[in-house]
């Protein structure tokens, strides 16, 4: 079965940018979009963006300034860019699949991200 | 933006109790609303997809309704693994946005 596995640093300093990578497993990439979606402490779930297979995107407008999603089909990884952090981009950050009717379908574990000087 | 707006936001309940959450929608999202489970350090799980399609794999006892703004999802009979934290998600229109959660504890 399809899985999703997030990685990357879990610490990144003020002002720089936020870098994660989701590998996905058991399956295509295709015909799916493939969203980044976090969690801060204690608060609720947002919505970051998406990258369908073929590279379209699309992102949260608060956040659409400072976000990159780009996909490699090749490897069947796609990525996150988050640029000039604060502390208040610190979450847990999951990558999903999300499937048309079925909403997000498929979710990795989670990967926690601090930004901390 | 579609605002959502979920109750309660902390549920104490027993196991084998009958527990319902409900959703409300800013606006009307049709049957555009799914329900999602999170536990600490696991995958999210999706529950309910389309307001009232159970998601392969999820026990019979979950089960959603409603439609254009108000929507609830079910447990009919309370098990020890549902202590959870539930959100309900809107995909009407983007950006999709979710509730602010409700927490199920253990009475």
């Given at each position: ?71 490699d ?45 | 933006?579609?605002?959502m ?28 609303l799914?329900?999602?489970?999170l536990?600490?350090?696991k ?48 995909y ?16």
């Amino acid at each position: 079965q399809v899985q999703l596995q997030e990685s990357g640093p879990g610490l990144v300093k003020p002002s720089e940018t936020l870098s994660l990578t989701c590998t996905v497993s058991g399956g295509s990439m295709s015909s799916y979009y493939w969203s980044w979606i976090r969690q801060p402490p204690g608060k609720g779930l947002e919505w970051i963006g998406y990258i369908y297979y073929s590279g379209t995107t699309n992102y949260n407008p608060p956040l659409r300034s400072r976000v990159t999603i780009s996909v490699d089909t090749s490897k069947n990884q796609f990525s996150l860019k988050l640029s000039s952090v604060t502390a208040a981009d610190t979450a847990v950050y999951y990558c999903v699949r999300e499937e048309a009717t079925r909403a997000f379908d498929i979710w990795g574990q989670g990967i926690m991200v601090t930004v901390s000087s | 933006d579609i605002q959502m707006t979920q109750s309660p936001s902390t549920l104490s309940a027993s196991v084998g109790d009958r527990v319902t959450i409900t959703c409300r929608a800013s606006q009307s999202i049709s049957s555009w609303l799914a329900w999602y489970q999170l536990k600490p350090g696991k995958a999210p799980k999706l529950l309910i997809y389309k307001a009232s399609s159970l998601e392969s794999g999820v026990p019979s006892r979950f089960s959603g309704s409603g439609s254009g703004t108000e929507f609830t999802l079910t447990i009919s009979s309370l098990q020890p693994d549902d202590f959870a934290t539930y959100y309900c998600q809107q995909y009407k229109n983007y950006p999709w946005t979710f509730g602010q959660g409700t927490k199920v504890e253990i009475k």
